[in-house]
């Protein structure tokens, strides 16, 4: 048994470390200051490993590799990696300079294994935002440390490029294109899959947006797409499995689980795939994607689509309903440019209103009925706080409860003192949940531990009501509240 434990104790392990955002310095600091940065952040690097035993090397100027056992691995879990808020932390000339970190760490039975888990633990603690550890273990489950910060923001708009290459290449050796975002779209989803389809019949492939009609809470942006004759472009998922074949290929948006998707038989059956979104990374995500465009420092999927449509071609590939759907999509998901509004989200909206896309027509898309703002009023007025979130349970049907109960848990932010706001309401046989949140409570780690997932300020999940009701799940739904506070005050 001691011969056992030894063996277990004494496996290797990688870790792969990444500085972020040292390279945004450079334009606040002169080289000099960057330096004296870049070596303080490696001497705390330096200490932490110090204090396990483990070898440290540095393989580029923001990246470091560990070797260690698993019996040093696990008294780091144990203290929740604490490297990340040391260097969160760090201040120079007593000012905070923003510097995080990005760990991967892989456990495998062999060094090899072992370097190649750590190699996709760091991808996925990037792709979920940075500041975060992620273990890759030897069932290849994950578990993650940290994520309290927010995405940075990258300026840069060379990935765009490079994306929109591959893309318009992928497109036109294609005979037919079609084009899906997640069940139950919104406008981002929508407005996105629009934009997109206009430009790939621009370049002269035919293209078709699979959308289930009765599942939609973008019921505006369609009936404008009818009005203005373009219905053509919607088509059911039966309508799309009898058409698609091996010269195929199908553009994913707003979603990189192909389980949300609107149809996972058309992914399934497609040639190709393309997947373009936001959403911070998941363990279960599309991985045989031949284009994996995912961005989560992004607003919305419709700033991504905007930025590709740019490089696609020399001459605009979308007309004005084009761009008032991408811009709805972009003020669904910052809320009116109040959330993740960066330096390219207000590039993309000028570079659309360029196009003629216009605000009274956008807003009019998020217009609702007397009855559904009444409906929305009781939900609001229902809710309880609870360690400063607001969790309310719709005790009523309609026909637009999905969106009226996304629109309740947006509104009860407003309310004052309220840092997350969770709305619970069953509907076809799923319990779902929306929550929303300035950013100090990370809702994605709270509804991924309902199976669901989503962004740092804006998540949901669906749970299946045959073993459960709305108001167990509020009571779960509390305990998974306190563990995130729990984890947050460990971090």
Not at 64 to 78: A, G, H, R
Request: with cysteine; glycine share 6%.
């Amino acid at each position: 048994k001691k011969t056992a434990l030894l063996y277990e104790q004494t496996r290797p392990d990688v870790i792969l470390i990444s500085v972020d955002g040292i390279d945004e310095l450079s334009k606040s600091y002169r080289e000099g200051e960057l330096a004296e940065i870049s070596s303080g952040v490696e001497k705390m690097i330096e200490d932490w490993v110090a204090d396990y035993s483990g070898i440290l090397r540095k393989v580029s100027s923001d990246r470091f590799i560990i070797i260690t056992e698993e019996q040093n691995l696990s008294k780091m879990i144990e203290k929740r990696f604490s490297i990340l808020d040391n260097v969160r932390g760090y201040t120079y000339k007593e000012k905070s300079v923003g510097v995080t970190l990005s760990i991967g760490v892989g456990c495998g039975e062999n060094m090899v294994e072992s370097e190649a888990n750590s190699r996709q633990a760091l991808e996925m603690a990037l792709g979920r935002g940075g500041d975060q550890a992620a273990v890759k273990k030897r069932d290849l489950s994950y578990e993650f440390f940290g994520g309290v910060s927010k995405s940075v923001e990258k300026k840069t708009k060379i990935k765009a490029r490079m994306a929109a290459t591959a893309i318009t290449e992928i497109i036109n050796s294609s005979r037919i294109v079609y084009i899906m975002g997640h069940r139950f779209s919104d406008l981002d989803a929508l407005g996105s899959s629009i934009a997109l389809c206009s430009a790939v019949r621009a370049l002269g492939k035919p293209c078709s947006i699979v959308l289930d009609k009765e599942k939609t809470l973008a019921d505006t942006l369609i009936q404008r797409l009818r009005r203005e004759g373009l219905g053509d472009m919607l088509i059911e998922p039966a309508e799309a499995l009898e058409t698609i074949n091996s010269d195929s290929t199908v553009i994913i948006v707003d979603t990189h689980i192909a389980e949300f998707t609107e149809a996972i038989e058309v992914y399934e059956k497609a040639a190709s795939v393309i997947v373009i979104d936001h959403h911070r990374l998941v363990v279960n995500h599309i991985n045989d994607a031949v284009v994996f465009y995912h961005d989560p420092s992004t607003s919305s999927t419709s700033e991504m689509v905007t930025e590709i449509l740019q490089y696609m071609s020399s001459m605009p590939l979308i007309g004005k309903l084009e761009a008032d759907a991408l811009l709805s999509g972009i003020m669904l998901d910052t809320r009116n440019f109040v959330l993740r509004a960066g330096v390219r989200t207000f590039e993309a909206a000028a570079y659309l209103r360029s196009l003629g896309a216009d605000t009274v027509k956008v807003k009019a898309l998020f217009s609702s009925s007397l009855d559904s703002f009444k409906l929305k009023s009781r939900v609001i007025s229902n809710f309880q706080t609870y360690c400063g979130c607001a969790i309310s349970v719709a005790d009523f049907e309609s026909p637009d409860l999905r969106i009226i109960c996304a629109q309740a848990a947006d509104e009860m932010l407003n309310i004052e003192d309220i840092e997350a706001s969770f709305v619970i309401f069953e509907n076809r046989g799923q319990i779902n949940i929306s929550a929303r949140s300035y950013g100090s409570v990370n809702v994605q780690i709270i509804m991924e531990a309902f199976g669901g997932g989503g962004h740092q300020t804006m998540a949901a999940a669906q749970i299946s009501s045959a073993d459960t009701t709305p108001e167990a799940v509020a009571a779960k739904l509390r305990v998974y509240i306190n563990e995130f506070f729990a984890g947050k005050e460990a971090d």
